[in-house]
């Protein structure tokens, strides 16, 4: 029932992540009906902080497909699922 839930209601707004074993992460955005996915690496950590994301430079976002360009729409919605009170945030 909570994957049924979970899955309508990504599919309403369009997003998600998964995770991709114990540090990276996937961010999937749907478009023409279809889950298209980037990686953002990061690692797992014990204590209050829990996990580092590394979040690609502004010059090297370019690296990624042209569906996923809108960079800071990308890091909010990722903060969104790893809030800044248990979640750093760096770049390359």
Known sequence: ?????RCAKENKR????RS???DDFSYQQKIDNEWKEI??????LVGKISRVIYFKAVEN???YPE???DRDE????????YPPHQT?????
């Open 74 to 81: 990308i890091i909010q919605r990722i903060k969104i699922e």
């Open 39 to 44: 990686t953002i690496e990061a690692e797992l």
């Open 14 to 17: 369009g997003w998600r992540t």
């Open 61 to 63: 976002w370019s690296d």
């Open 88 to 92: 750093e945030y760096e770049n390359d």
């Open 1 to 5: 029932v909570i994957y049924k839930f």
């Open 20 to 22: 991709l074993g114990r």
């Open 67 to 69: 569906w996923a360009q």
